[in-house]
C-alpha cells in the first residue's frame, strides 16, 4: 500500500433513497450519517427501514474511506 492510503480509514454511510417519480437523483439520494462501526450501519438501517416502512424511501449502507482532513484519494 503506497503512503498516500496509509492514514485512510474505512466507514460505513448510511443512505437514503427517496422514490419519488420525475425528480431528479441528486435530489433523491441522501447520505444521513457516517459510522465508524458496520454492525451499528447495519442496525441503524435496520431501525430506520422498520421506522419508515410506510413510506416512499429506503435505507442502505455502503463502505466508504474517510481521509484526514485535508487529504482525499485525489490529492498528493
Known sequence: MSDKFKN???VYAVIRIDEYENVPDERRILVKEILYDIELAKAEVKRLN???SDKA???FWQSTR???E???????
Open 57 to 59: 424511501c429506503n435505507y
Open 66 to 68: 474517510l481521509y484526514p
Open 70 to 76: 485535508g487529504t482525499s484519494a485525489g490529492s498528493d
Open 8 to 10: 485512510q480509514r474505512t
Open 50 to 52: 422498520l421506522l419508515n
